[in-house]
């Protein structure tokens, strides 16, 4: 239980860092900000591949003041408010998110602050699981976000996790993610 932190908190510059293999879930807060993963102010040239992340109450992955970091081939799922946090719109810089799999139900994609114009997102799958994917930047639909420039080869399709009621996200041969250039782990 945290408040203003998550399961990974990073808080810096940390060029080369390279943040793979975990398994981060049941995050909670007293106040604010119980993450999975959260970049907070000035952290930079991280990297974050292959990490399973879930059950978090706020965001599974939250960036805040950060820069020149990027996040591909990750699981982000059932994060009770969102699964993108976004922090106060900052002068920082360029954020890569490829080729993640994000997963919810009675959730929103993202909190509700706009991403800077240099972020990019592409090759993600996104699901809900009773509902239309939205709640892109809050309020958008999917459909709104792409028109804003973001996620152009990016899809809503089910992953096909073998059992993600029980948390296991091993995907199904014939998943979609596969086909869009995610490669499973272990």
Partial sequence: RLSDLGGI???GASEGTVLSYNRIHDISRVHYGGSGIYFDQGSSG??????????????????????????????????????????????????????NIVYWQDSKATSGRKCRDDW????????????PAAGFESKMSFEEWQAEGRDAESRIVDPLFLDPDRRDFRLAPSSPAIEMGFVPFD
């Fill in 9 to 11: 908190y990073t808080l």
């Fill in 46 to 99: 991280i990297t974050v591949e292959n990490n399973v992340v879930y059950d978090t109450q706020d965001a599974t992955f939250t960036v805040h003041w950060a820069k020149d970091n990027v996040i591909r081939n990750n699981i982000f799922a059932f994060a009770e408010n969102y699964q993108i946090g976004i922090g106060r719109e900052d002068k920082s810089g360029a954020l890569t998110f490829e080729r």
């Fill in 120 to 131: 990019t997102f592409r090759n993600n799958i996104y699901w809900a699981v009773e509902e």
